[in-house]
């Protein structure tokens, strides 16, 4: 028996256990049919999950030649698995930081080493152009095409030069995707020139196209080179800017990640957001389990509630790995709105919400802000055994930011961890006002 569909099952009791014209079922056989219902049951439980005997064996020869790739050719084994979800972002994303936790380098996308598709490169695997959003596979299999058969790309000029089929979306993409940095520009540098560079290609390859030549062409090409428009210094943009621009371009990130910031908090707490995507309730996390995690949030956006007496908030929470989605109620959104925004990082308590028929969600009850959070509270005393002093204050404000005592001598000492506390104006007034401003600091 193979595994079938229980609507086609159904349809098929009324025939094994009455029969039909011309055949006899079950009971025209002389079994009864309780008996030949519980007989049909049974079948359908077993048809469920079961396939023929040539199935199953297939499938074993593929584990076991999947298990031997995997464990042998670990880098090639992840290389091709990423090219078989190449156009889906978030799968590609997974793949990769999978790769990268099993010390796996992955090395960005690059116009002179780059193939269309995810490839081995000296132990690594290379990120493939034709992943870069809105670039189209047959354009950067030409680009490798001409890369190969020309020699690799001199500059940025000379690769808008002799690409064809490139418009200035895939460019800019490119750019933003890091394709060029091996060229040593800065992405800002090559942002402020692509469109004059794009217009300047276009304009010779219909020169080229016409049959002209300039006069530079009697040359070697080094007063071609210099008849292009100088490309003139600028600082890279902003870290955070860069990476929000890189993941728009790629689906991931991959010059850092927004959270390595916050990595020591982020490591030290009991699960992550992959642990909830991942959790089913049979093992691990139950439902309705109340955790603690941290990551950035995305997609954050509000709507009135039914009964139109507040609004809820909902968003997505983005760890290294994993997006879980999130649900606010108005009284958390009221108490925590100043962090509910896109890109924010942030530290939350809520209860995880596992179901068979949809992803599961997070029913955020608490957030605080996952910069605070990778800080710690320094309170200078005069002595050390002052410390019941700052034990009375703490204790109503329970959270996650570890405090540092330390003394007149410059001893310093790791508060216990339940003294870990909420860090707001009110708990700084407080304390700078007992122990002086110049003793309570934040950092």
């Given amino acids: ?85 190449m156009y889906n972002s978030d799968s590609v ?13 992955v090395l960005g996308p690059d116009v002179n080493k780059s193939r269309p598709k995810f490839a081995v490169e000296d132990g690594s695997i290379r990120f493939g152009l034709a992943a870069v959003k809105n670039v189209g596979e047959a ?22 030069d002799r690409v064809s089929g490139l418009n200035k979306r895939m460019v800019e993409n490119m750019i933003y995707a890091g394709c060029f940095d091996s060229m040593g520009y800065t992405r800002t540098q090559l942002l402020k020139v692509y469109d004059q ?9 219909k020169n080229r196209d016409a049959g002209q030549m300039s006069l530079f062409d009697f040359d070697e090409g080094e007063d071609a080179i210099s008849s292009h428009p100088p490309i003139y210094p600028a600082a890279e943009m902003p870290h955070k800017l860069l990476l929000q621009k890189e993941r728009e371009a790629t689906g991931l990130y991959l010059s850092g990640h927004p959270l390595d910031d916050y990595m020591s908090v982020l490591n030290g707490l009991p699960v992550s957001v992959m642990d909830l995507v991942e959790a089913d309730g049979a093992a691990g996390l139950e439902d309705n389990a109340y955790v ?35 649900v606010i109620f108005p009284r958390t959104l009221q108490l925590c709105g100043r962090y509910f925004h896109d890109d924010a990082p942030v530290l939350v308590k809520g209860r995880l919400n596992i179901r068979e028929d949809r992803v599961n969600s997070l ?21 050390l055994s002052d410390s019941y002093k700052v034990q009375k204050i703490i204790q109503n404000y329970p959270g996650q930011t570890p405090i540092v005592l330390v003394d007149s001598k410059r001893v310093a000492k790791a508060a216990p961890r339940d003294w870990n506390v909420k860090v707001d104006e009110e708990l700084m007034s407080t304390l700078q006002a007992v122990f002086g401003k110049e003793n309570v600091i934040l950092r």
Avoid at 32 to 59: G, L, W
Avoid at 140 to 159: A, S
Avoid at 306 to 324: D, F, H, I, P, R
């Fill in 1 to 85: 028996m193979s595994k079938k569909k229980h609507d086609v099952m159904a349809r098929e009791r009324e025939y094994f256990v009455h029969g039909t014209e011309g055949v006899e079922g079950a009971v025209k056989r002389g079994v009864s049919e309780r008996v030949a219902d519980h007989i049909f049951d049974e079948m359908m439980d077993f048809a469920s999950y079961a396939f023929n005997k040539a199935h199953a064996a297939c499938y074993a020869v593929t584990t076991y030649r999947t298990a031997y790739l995997k464990r042998y050719f670990p880098v090639e084994f992840l290389a091709a698995m990423i090219n078989g979800y």
């Fill in 93 to 105: 994303a997974e793949y990769v930081y999978s790769a990268r936790r099993s010390n796996i380098k």
């Fill in 139 to 160: 354009v950067m299999e030409d680009l490798v095409r001409e890369r190969e058969q020309h020699g690799p790309f001199k500059d940025f000029w000379d690769f808008c």
């Fill in 197 to 205: 560079a794009m217009e300047l290609a276009a304009k010779n390859k």
């Fill in 292 to 326: 603690t995690v941290g990551g950035l949030l995305t997609a954050c956006k509000t709507r009135p509630t039914k009964n139109n007496n507040g609004m809820m908030g909902y968003a997505n929470l983005e760890g290294v790995t994993g997006s879980v989605e999130c």
């Fill in 363 to 383: 029913l955020i009850e608490e957030m605080t802000d996952l910069e605070g959070a990778s800080k710690k509270l320094y309170i200078r005393l005069p002595v």
